[in-house]
């Protein structure tokens, strides 16, 4: 599975911004999917998560009521809905996926990453 996110970009605090991932080379939909970013200095971390069903979500306490997950097994592809940003999310982020069914936080249950795309929150 090759996987390819976009949608960074530079945005006021406040803001919105919609991440978009993309998967080739096989069908998504056994596949569990989540959201990790690093900011410069940092470790990475998790942001977001969401089962192979699409039934099962989990998001970071710093994200919750503010970023959504979906996926769309038609499109291939894995959504990060982010509102009322902050200047603490900047960071790249970085879509993954494994073969399993449920959420996981944890980077070592993902097989397969993605480039980051940068996203920039200006106070």
């Known amino acids: 599975v090759q996987l390819q996110a976009s949608g960074g970009g530079l945005v006021q605090a406040g803001g919105s911004l919609r991440l978009s991932c993309a998967a080739s080379?096989?069908?998504?939909?056994?596949?569990?999917a989540g959201w990790f970013r690093q900011a410069p200095e940092k470790e990475r971390e998790f942001v977001a998560s969401?089962?192979?069903?699409?039934?099962?979500?989990d998001y970071a306490d710093s994200v919750k009521g503010r970023f959504t997950i979906s996926r769309d097994d038609a499109k291939n592809a894995v959504y990060l809905d982010m509102n009322s940003l902050k200047p603490e999310d900047t960071a790249a982020y970085y879509c993954?996926?494994?073969?399993?069914?449920?959420?996981?936080?944890?980077?070592?249950?993902?097989?397969?990453w993605g480039r980051g795309t940068q996203v920039t929150v200006s106070s």
């Open positions: 993954a996926a494994a073969r399993g069914s449920q959420t996981s936080s944890r980077p070592g249950m993902y097989d397969y």
């Open positions: 969401i089962s192979s069903s699409g039934g099962s979500t």
């Open positions: 080379g096989r069908t998504f939909k056994s596949y569990r």
